[in-house]
């Protein structure tokens, strides 16, 4: 026989159970309880609580002197959370019966009119969608946050010479400035992601009630907007049944953490003794227990890391919904954990990237000297061949990967063979070859929009200035 516990006063056995009779078995307890997840929406259930309550006494559903008692208990309620002093219950299953159960105790009667017209489902979808909306607006802010000090740190290096890289082998010589600005655009498109997602989610679904409406002449339009939403949700099921907002979230989430983790997988790579491109400070790195000399990146490498906890966590929602027939199921309780793991994560994630990009040093002589190694102006030398020499871009490929293989085997970069040799291989060359060789020629070329020429670097980090911050 199954361990069956009673519920005290104020709980689901007062609040909720009208043809249960029995205790609730301890198991049932654990598995429904979800207030060690959901509490944090705290503040949102009171602010959407407060809204409905306004709404029935405006529209005479319940009277101007119970909605003021009311109200001034919800906001007890929230200065008793806020001080620490509420003792939250998981008997009470969530936050919603908390709150409903704790104001019954300081109003007493009043309180059970506060649910006219609302089901927990409308409740929790309208908060959920509440707290999704100031999660985007705090990790846009986080975001762009990391665009400043990227933007900061490319316009103090637009000159700095470095490898650029395909297939992380060298290939054509860019600026450093020009490498950040990469990152600026991407997290410029994240945080168009997260608008969207808000745009989308901003509606409210408070009055849709369990699933089918109200009989109640309740004022959507009124709730919608006192709670910041751009309007009431059109269906009653799909309001309590889908949550494809935090799905869309979720979703712009996992990308942004994939751009971190690149990101964080190159201040990886620059930062290790063979790249030596660059130095993180000491508050983003950490030693070794037994190696003393060792100073290992291991905010970088968590960031990389968490990447996949967010995407998991997206997974992890996408798999709870897909096979839910409509409308709300128990299994949508479980919605909630993911959300707020991927926000913590992604909110660290964009914080410790902004403090590691500010702190770090760049060691401009090294990355200069690897800048032109690996025959990274190959292209350079065959554009020269098209313009100069009239010469198809394919048959110039061609020239130059014959000298290519000529300085490979006398162990020199392009810009150390002698004129003769080059004429070895294409005798029209002449010596004003060896002005477009140099990376620094290379990179100065390179004034395309978009290009990494330091001039169109300082132009382009004032235009994602003004764009982004």
């Not at 020009?178 to 168009?192: K, P």
Request: glycine share 8%; net charge negative; charged share 25%.
């Amino acid at each position: 026989m199954s361990a069956k516990s009673t519920t005290p006063a104020g709980g689901p056995s007062d609040l909720l159970r009208g043809r249960f009779g029995d205790g609730v078995a301890d198991i049932m307890e654990r598995i429904n309880a979800s207030i060690d997840v959901d509490a944090r929406l705290y503040a949102v259930d009171i602010e959407g609580s407060t809204a409905h309550c306004r709404m029935l006494a405006a529209q005479g559903i319940i009277s101007a002197g119970d909605g003021r008692v009311i109200e001034d208990g919800l906001a007890r309620i929230k200065g008793e959370i806020e001080s620490g002093e509420f003792a939250f219950s998981a008997r009470l299953e969530d936050i919603h019966m908390n709150i409903e159960a704790r104001l019954a105790e300081l109003i007493g009667a009043p309180a059970g009119r506060l649910h006219t017209a609302r089901s927990r489902n409308d409740q929790v979808a309208t908060d959920f969608r509440m707290w999704v909306r100031g999660a985007l607006d705090a990790l846009d802010a986080d975001a762009q946050a990391l665009q400043g000090a990227l933007i900061a740190k490319a316009d103090s290096h637009t000159e700095a010479i470095m490898p650029g890289y395909t297939h992380l082998q060298s290939a054509q010589p860019v600026t450093l400035g020009h490498h950040l600005l990469a990152y600026v655009e991407m997290l410029g498109r994240d945080r168009g992601r997260f608008g969207d997602a808000r745009t989308r989610g901003n509606e409210c679904p408070l009055g849709a009630g369990a699933l089918a409406g109200t009989s109640f002449p309740i004022d959507r339009e009124a709730t919608a907007a006192a709670l910041g939403f751009d309007r009431p949700t059109a269906n009653s099921l799909d309001s309590v049944s889908d949550r494809d907002f935090a799905l869309e979230a979720m979703a712009a989430f996992a990308i942004c953490a994939v751009h971190l983790s690149r990101l964080a997988e190159e201040l990886v790579i620059w930062s290790s003794v063979e790249f030596g491109y660059i130095r993180l400070s000491d508050a983003f790195t950490t030693g070794s227990s037994i190696m003393p000399q060792k100073r290992n990146p291991d905010a970088a490498e968590l960031v990389r890391g968490k990447s996949g906890r967010i995407i998991g966590d997206l997974t992890a929602l996408l798999v709870t919904l897909k096979g839910l027939a409509l409308s709300y199921a128990k299994d949508m309780q479980e919605d909630k954990e993911p959300v707020f793991d991927a926000v913590d994560s992604l909110a660290l994630c964009l914080k410790a990237s902004t403090g590691m990009i500010a702190d770090m040093t760049v060691k401009v002589e090294a990355m200069a000297a690897r800048a032109g190694t690996g025959y990274s102006t190959a292209t350079d030398l065959a554009d020269w061949l098209v313009r100069t020499l009239n010469m198809p871009f394919r048959e110039a490929h061609g020239v130059v990967g014959r000298i290519v293989s000529l300085a490979e085997a006398e162990g020199q970069e392009l810009d150390a063979l002698s004129l003769e040799t080059l004429q070895s291989v294409e005798p029209r060359i002449t010596d004003g070859v060896f002005a477009v060789l140099g990376p620094e020629r290379s990179v100065a070329s390179r004034t395309s929009i978009g290009g990494t020429a330091p001039a169109r670097v300082r132009e382009a980090a004032a235009a994602a200035r003004k764009r982004y911050l």
